[in-house]
């Protein structure tokens, strides 16, 4: 028999006591401990992924910053976009000022353009055009004029101004303005309403001479003197399109063409070929052949005055003359309505017969049409001629004619005479009909007699 073993009741809760430590280690052991690292180990992905959401924070706040910046940089870029020039385009500088002038009172006879040139505007260095326009006219109009370029729709900077007061009481002076692009800083492609200036010379003859055309030379037409129904007359060439400086202008943006200088002519060496493709709507619009720079007068009134024009078809547009009178008023002047002629024709009409209009200076050639109608084409132009009666032939030759010159601040004797005839070989002219010597003073504001 096996025996038995009798535990005291001490011995029995010893046991049991030990039984309960093993228990207890064991469960700290095998499960607590190994919680315990658990919840470190989540504790510090728990601690990981705050670092996380916090760069995400960081990123996002920082972008929400990026994008409002890079909205602010679109708000200047689309204001420089709308107060400046996309390029220094002459004609559509030339088309916006001439708005702010006819809106105006103010008494603005010219506008001289310099040629364009870079200037440094902080850092950035950027294409500026001058502009000179001298004026006259009150306090009021001046300060309406100065407040209409302020406002304008793109930018004009006054970087000068002169005044001075006049014998009849009205202001003169002379608006000095810069003109800026931001072509060379904004990268993009930008369109422009407006169309430059073209003077490529196209060399490809566009059209086979038709039956009964014929060449004539420039010694044909310039200074030509005939008789027409026992009157002596001359015809004289205002322009004949061989130099440069012309431009295309419109009256709205959608107008658009160009102009060119053109291998075949009426007359000389080259024409000017003119594109042009009009829309309108509810009024009348035009496109404008612009030589306004050349300084064109008109004296006193001739008989007649013309264009030499080459069509291809017909136009339902209507060719004319725009002068302007020394007041600065406009005065068109309807030389054919509509085009129905193919090939050269001598397009003319008597000009304003009233003495007081003159001297009117020509300024541009338009074409004109109605409202809801558009049309499209190329036209050439060649000689602008005036024609004046003659008493007599040989009376007329013989005959001096004479103009006048304002002298300017720092003018010479030699300066003048290479303005008004292009070399200073003939300041003595200048001088024998002024009385003048080699040692004579000249005095800004006098007036000089200029032999033609």
């Keep these: 028999m096996k025996k038995r073993i009798n535990l005291s009741k001490k011995e029995k809760n010893l046991l049991i006591l030990l039984l309960l430590v093993m228990l207890l280690w064991l469960f700290y052991r095998f499960v607590f401990t190994r919680q315990s690292i658990k919840i470190s180990e989540l504790e510090q992905e728990k601690n990981n992924y705050y670092n996380e959401l916090f760069k995400i924070d960081t990123i996002l706040a920082r972008d929400k910053t990026i994008i409002k910046e890079w909205s602010e940089l679109n708000e200047d870029v689309r204001y420089i976009q709308d107060k400046y020039f996309a390029v220094i385009d002459q004609p559509e500088i030339m088309h916006m000022l001439n708005d702010i002038v006819d809106s105006n009172s103010l008494k603005i006879p010219s506008m001289y353009f310099k040629v364009p040139d870079y200037e440094m505007l902080g850092d950035i260095e ?3 055009l001058g502009i000179s326009i001298p004026f006259e006219g009150s306090y009021g109009e001046l300060g309406t004029f ?3 370029l302020t406002f304008s729709s793109k930018r004009f900077l006054v970087n000068q101004l002169t005044i001075s007061k006049a014998d009849n009481g009205n202001l003169i002076g002379q608006i000095s303005l810069n003109a800026y692009s931001y072509d060379e800083i904004i990268d993009g492609n930008i369109d422009s309403t407006y169309n430059t200036e073209v003077q490529k010379v196209i060399k490809e003859d566009p059209f086979i001479p ?4 014929s060449a004539e030379s420039v010694e044909d037409v310039y200074g030509e003197d005939y008789q027409i129904d026992g009157e002596i007359k001359t015809r004289i060439t205002l322009e004949d399109f061989e130099g440069d400086d012309i431009f295309f202008m419109s009256t709205s943006p959608d107008v658009t063409g160009k102009v060119s200088k053109f291998s075949s002519s009426k007359h000389g060496k080259y024409s000017l070929r003119t594109e042009f493709f ?3 709507e509810n009024k009348e619009e035009r496109a404008y052949i612009v030589f306004d720079d050349k300084d064109i007068f008109l004296k006193y009134p001739p008989t007649s005055i013309g264009v030499w024009a080459h069509s291809y078809g017909y136009s339902p547009v209507t060719l004319g003359f725009r002068f302007q009178d020394q007041e600065g008023n406009k005065v068109d002047l ?3 309505k509509g085009v129905n ?5 001598f397009i003319e009409t008597m000009p304003p017969q009233d003495i007081n209009l003159y001297p009117l200076k020509l300024q541009r050639i338009y074409l ?3 409202k809801n109608k558009d049309d499209y084409g190329v036209i050439l132009f060649d000689n602008i001629e005036i024609e004046y009666p003659l008493r007599d032939n040989e009376e007329q030759k013989q005959e001096k004619s004479f103009s006048f010159y304002l002298v300017q601040y720092g003018d010479t004797l030699e300066s003048i005479s290479e303005k008004v005839y292009g070399t200073k070989l003939k300041y003595k002219e200048i001088m024998k009909e002024n009385g003048l010597s080699n040692n004579s ?3 800004a504001g006098e007036i000089l007699v200029i032999p033609n």
Excluded: M, N, P
Excluded at 341 to 345: A, K, L, N, P, S
């Design 126 to 128: 950027t294409k500026c």
């Design 146 to 148: 100065l407040s209409d």
């Design 210 to 213: 038709y039956e009964g055309y």
């Design 278 to 280: 009009i829309y309108t």
């Design 334 to 336: 309807e030389l054919s």
């Design 341 to 345: 002629w193919i090939g050269w024709e």
């Design 368 to 370: 004109e049409l109605g």
């Design 441 to 443: 003073c000249l005095e």
